[in-house]
């Protein structure tokens, strides 16, 4: 578990559930993240067998003032290179949680695994999320274009890295 101030970063648990089932929505994913339908049986599965905690992907909870207010993804692609993915509750955002969130997740990893390349991407047109990013010591690298599919077409992305001499 991580923790500074009035947040927690902390793995899934079975009372978590409910929230992910109502957080699989257009509403809480928002205009610029895919939907897709899920298994509740699936997820509580996985939730049993890892928590969805393996060395090669983790899903954690963020939590604000003991609220759920979000879920942080940490894809560890090969040694050295980690992905991050952030996903807020609509009424979470716009509160700099997401920064903080992910400054709190960016000096974990950096201090506790060898990890020299962070990345995360963002749409091109999600402005919000490029600032948290740009907040957090990211730097736009490129465009992957047509990178991810969602709301009937499929989107270009910027490219973000955090590079650990910037640490």
């Given at each position: 578990m991580?923790?500074?101030?009035?947040?927690?970063?902390?793995?899934?648990?079975e009372?978590?559930?409910?929230?992910?089932?109502?957080?699989?929505?257009?509403?809480?994913?928002?205009?610029?993240?895919?939907?897709?339908?899920e298994s509740?049986?699936?997820?509580?599965?996985?939730?049993?067998?890892?928590?969805?905690?393996?060395?090669?992907?983790?899903m954690?909870m963020?939590?604000?003032?003991?609220?759920?207010?979000?879920?942080?993804?940490?894809?560890?692609?090969?040694q050295g290179?980690?992905?991050?993915?952030?996903?807020?509750?609509?009424?979470?955002?716009?509160n700099?949680?997401?920064?903080r969130?992910?400054?709190?997740?960016?000096?974990?990893?950096?201090?506790n695994?060898?990890v020299v390349r962070?990345e995360?991407?963002?749409?091109?047109?999600?402005i919000?999320?490029?600032?948290?990013?740009e907040?957090?010591?990211?730097?736009?690298?490129?465009?992957?274009?047509?990178?991810?599919?969602?709301?009937?077409s499929?989107?270009?992305?910027?490219l973000?890295?955090?590079?650990?001499?910037?640490?």
């Open positions: 991580l923790a500074e101030q009035n947040i927690i970063i902390r793995p899934l648990e009372r978590d559930l409910p929230i992910l089932t109502r957080w699989q929505s257009p509403e809480f994913r928002g205009a610029f993240q895919e939907c897709q339908m509740e049986i699936e997820r509580k599965n996985q939730l049993m067998e890892n928590g969805f905690c393996t060395p090669q992907f983790q954690l963020i939590e604000q003032d003991e609220v759920a207010s979000g879920l942080i993804y940490l894809n560890f692609v090969r290179l980690v992905r991050l993915g952030l996903v807020l509750d609509p009424k979470a955002r716009g700099h949680l997401g920064s969130a992910l400054m709190l997740c960016r000096d974990y990893l950096l201090d695994f060898p962070l995360a991407d963002t749409d091109i047109d999600n919000a999320a490029q600032k948290v990013l907040r957090c010591g990211f730097c736009a690298e490129g465009v992957l274009r047509k990178y991810r599919f969602h709301h009937g499929y989107h270009d992305s910027y973000y890295s955090y590079i650990r001499e910037s640490y």
